[in-house]
Every structure is written in C-alpha cells, then in structure tokens.
DNA sequence: CTGTTAGCGCATTCAG
DNA sequence: CTGAATGCGCTAACAG
C-alpha cells in the first residue's frame, strides 16, 4: 500500500534532489543539516526503497539460491540452520528450491534461481551430473555443493567414505566379523555407494573372515522396519543401518521380537542426533555436523563472492558417537550407561 | 556470464523490435513466421530475461516469504513440505527468513520481506504483537499467520487447545486422575497456552478429584529429561507431554529407572510423527497434519491474492493416535500391540 | 558536498 | 499485427 513513495517524493519534501536521497541512503557524503531533513522526509513518508530498482541498477541481489532435496529431514533442517546462521548477519536472504531426490529438478531449480539474479547458489545434491558441471563452471555465479563430492567442483561435505571405514574398523576391533549393512538404493552418491563402500574397506580391511551382506532399504523407519526379517536371515553379530532412521526402524523391530540389542546382535547408525540417546537401548553411530557443513558451505560461497577464494573440496571432521547398542565381542557385553546426559 | 545479452540484442538479431520480443515472451500477438526467428534467436542467444527489470514494471515478484521461527524442527520441515507443495507448481518461490523463536524477529523479518518486494507473506508465528496486527492490515500485501491464532487476522494452524482437551478427556475415560503435564514457557502462545489450557479443561472437566500438576520444561529431549525427576515427584498416573520430544526424554528417564511404561506409569504426546511409533513403549499421542497446514496456508494466501478470499481464521483437524503408553486403569493394562506397520 | 543527466532491461501505451 | 516512444525507481558518473 505505501509503496508507492518513492525516492522522488523524499526528495521532494526534503526540497533536495533525489540523488541526495540515494547518497543518503548508501552512505555517500551528504551535509549533516541535509541529512536530517531527509531523515525526516523518510519517517514522515514511510519510504521504502524499491528492491527491484536497486537490484537492477547495482546487479547485486543480496539472495543465495538454495536448492534441497527435501524439507522435512533432520540433517536438512540442520544444514539450513548453519546456512542461516551466516548468511543472515550479513544481510543475506535465501531463496529456497526443492528438488524431491532429483538430480533433474536439481538442475532446473540452479537454472531457474540463476534467472532470478542470484548471487551465488548453494545445493545440496543426491547426485552431480554433467549438466551440474557446466552450470558451475560457465554460469558466472558461484555455486557450492553440499552433500556430494565431485572432482573440479566446489564442494563441502561430509566425509561419507570415511564415516564408514571408521565404522567399519571400530566394528572389527569389537571382535565382529558378519555384518549387515542396510542402504538405500544408489540413486543418492554419497550415502548409497561411498559410505557404503567405506564401510566394506573398513571391515574387511586385512581380515578373511569378514562377511558383509547389503540389503536395500528406503531412508525412513518402516521401510527399514520391513526389511529387518531379511537383515536377520543373514545371521549378522551386527546390523550396520546406512542412517540413524534406518538402524531406528530395525530397532524396534528386534524389541517386537524379543531379540536383545547388543546382546544377541549389535546395531549402529550414522547421524548421531539426539533420537538415536533416547531409543534403548541407545544407538551408538557418528556424528555428521550438518550445520557445520552450512556454516562453512555459506563462508566458502562469501569468500568466492569476494573473490578471495580458491577451489575447495572439503571434508568435514567425524564424530564417533558410542553408546549402548554395540557389543564387545572380544570382553562381553558392554557395562551398559544409564545416563542421557552422558550420550546426547 | 551469459547474463550480458538482453531483450535489445534478440531482437536485433532476430530483425524485429524490442516491443514484438517482449510480446513473445508475453503471449501477446504475433506472426508465426517472427514468431520463430524471435524463438530462433533466443536459442542462439541464450537470452534469459532479466528477473528484476521485469518485476520493476510488472509489480509482481512471484516471490513469497516465508518467516519461521527455527529450521532444525520436524513440524517446520513438514510446514515447508506443504508449502513448497502449493506454491512450487505455480512458479512461486519461497524466501526465507528465520527468527530463532524471537517475536521482535518476526516483525523485522516481516518488514525486510515487505521491502523486498514479496507477493505475500506466511509467518510461523511464537506470539503475535501489536505490531504484527498493523502489518498484516496496513502493509498491503497478503499475510497469513501460522502457529498461532489472533482473532481478526488471517490465521492457519493446529488446533491445540482442542487436541489438549481430547487428550485431557481421554484420558480421564481411562481412568486416569493425577497428570502432570510437562510443558514449555509461556513464550510460545500456542504450546505454552492453549494446548495445556485444553488439556486443563478436557482433564477436569465435571470431575472433582482430577488434579493436574506443571512442570516447566524445553522444547529438547534432554531438557525434559532433567526434569524427569521433578515429574515423577508429583506422583501422576499419567505424565502429558507438551510435545512428542518432550515425551521421549521421559520415556528415555523411565527407561533409565526401570520404571515401566503404561504399567507403572503412563506417558502421552503430542504431534504425532514417525519417531514416536519407534520408541517402546510406542507413544499414544495426537497426530498433527503440519503438512497440511502449510497447504492450506499457501492456498489461503493464493486465493488472496486473486483477491477471491474472504477473511479465515482456520483450525485444522486433528487425529488421535492410540498406540502403547498409556494404561486404561478401569481395565487394567491395555493388550500390548507388537507391529510398528500399525502404528505409524 | 550537491544537483543534473543518463541509463539499468523490460512492458506497454500509441500510432500506424 | 508491429515499431517507436515512454517510463518503472533507483544509482552513478559528471560537472559544478
């Protein structure tokens, strides 16, 4: 309804011209009797500078596209915290896309954000394709990706391939040599093949005797829930669930059974949020710090921004969360810990 | 880098006016043979219109805000899911803003987004201010509020203080008369107020021997969890929740103590996704449909700016959900279900 | 320090 | 059906 006024009308009332508005406004010098009198015509009027105005003048948007595979995930929501934790202060505003798992929609959404006038986009990918390359490189705007690792591109992520191994070794060292580990299908890189995959050099590092059957599994607790009879007809000492939500839905099928975790069998996650301490027994898994990988991911895209940046492609550390659900098999069972507090 | 070419260099190239290139882009009339050397050019080009040129005459950003108060929350994503799910297909694009909970925030945010020049505005809101009642009817663009309800604006949310009665009155009908309902600050108008006031009244309702007892928790598993001990001081029969996490770190507290879930002592919640179906007990609880809000909240705000909406003040349905933790006193202890598929 | 003069890239009259 | 002309509201030289 106000908009209307506009840096003419200030202007007007102020009896200055409208370039002495606009200095005033972007810290251009401007006499301290006349910047009171503009000060006044602003209140009075209720003026807002026009956005889209400013931006077409200065080909600066002050938005960072962000493209996600889905909203309603703990490690997204995490990731957009440590985002907005930066870029906010900054005066920085997120223009949001959902892509649903695509990495089609992945692409539309960078081309459509790129139309928008974007400064720079962020996208957190299930999958790279060549596609995604040349928008990154021959695009103009910086654009950094979350959630996979590609080579020449500029990435920041969890090291999945390394989230695994150090599972995969722990395990070995509590004495296990069959496991289970239940994935989601390979569509999604990261998590489907190279934490996998770490998990398999991990276990069976050096060792003959180690077994690891895969059975495929969605991301969400039923699903995993429903695959738990074919994960226990293999006979594993432990479960390796690719995500905490997977090794949840697994858990709760063992206690319908009556099988003891860790006792009978040993499950572990990757995640490590606070879910995984309250469930019991609690699921001993490592921490991946998504709001880190924001907060950097957010000052890498800045430093580009500024020019000031090389090319990056950046692991974030890991957190080795142990708790109850994994049993020593070289010592017995585990004294087990009765304390939140000590796990969250 | 390929922003450089503009609507001036197709038409060059395509040998016809600036005017008959935008009237391409517009549907307006124009000759199928132009047609296609307009089109030819603008693949040749790589022509893409410029975002903010265009919003500048047409007053129309496409753009619509979106105000929350955190990211890393389940019912945030799922609101988001809904969202995205209404406005992605129309070529609406979200921008967002985070207020960590802070009502003050919410104004700021909701006067940047005002300068940016958004269609419309949806606000997940903690408490609703004066200020926020001037912007809504003064600011002219569309404004609907989520999260909580204020009588004379547009608002979109759960029904807390009915799901709190439904959940007081239940479980009086299972025999239940000393409660403690563990909640969150004052601060959050919707949780911290209505849905325990509705719990409050659906409790003692004609009933004299029905006694409910607050104890202050956060909105966190482990908070709840510290206060797990003040809780059981009070002796209930039945510990209410004020949201399903709240509800899982005591459940993780009992565990901890031994004591056991509905037979000891029963446990409810609020909210109602996956993560309580999971637990064991699994938690009786009352579904909330976030994903169903945020839907309606984007249409509602649709259909204002089609200006075919008349003023709504809109609760949205509730679903109750009976699984594992609360004993029916008046017939003992309930028949204990073991299939997580009938429970989530 | 300040006003004047030009556009930014596009949509839209208005005459053809 | 089409081209020429006119701003949308603002910033950035450019001379004062």
Known sequence: MDDKVT????????????????????????????????????????????????????????LIGIVLPRMDSVSVGKLLSGLARIFEPLGYQGLLLV???????????????????????IVDSVRITERHRQLAQNSGVPLVITGQSEAGLDCIKIDDYGAGHMMGAYLRGQGHSRAVFAGVTETDNAVGIERRKGFLDGFTEGENDATVDFVQTGFDFLSAYNKAADILACKPSVIVGATDNISL??????????????????????GGYDVGAVVYPALTTIFFDYELVGMKAAQFLLDKLAGKAEHENLAMPLLFVERESVRNLKKGTPGESYDLRSMI
Do not use: C, W
Not at 25 to 30: A, E, M, R, S, V
Not at 99 to 104: G, K, M
Not at 251 to 263: F, S, T, W
């Open 7 to 62: 840096i003419t009308d200030v202007a007007k009332l102020a009896g200055v011209s409208k370039s002495t508005v606009s200095r005033y406004l972007n810290n251009g010098y401007i006499s301290v009797e006349k910047q009171e009198r503009v000060r006044a015509a602003i209140a009075e009027t209720g003026f807002k500078s026009n956005f889209f105005a400013k931006r077409l003048k200065t080909k600066e948007s002050k």
């Open 99 to 121: 892509s649903n798992l695509s990495a089609e929609k992945e692409v539309s959404s960078i081309e459509s954000l790129l139309q928008q006038g974007v400064d720079g986009i």
């Open 249 to 270: 839905g697994i858990l709760r099928y063992l206690h319908e059974r009556g099988i003891k975790v860790p006792h009978e069998v040993s499950v572990t996650g990757f």
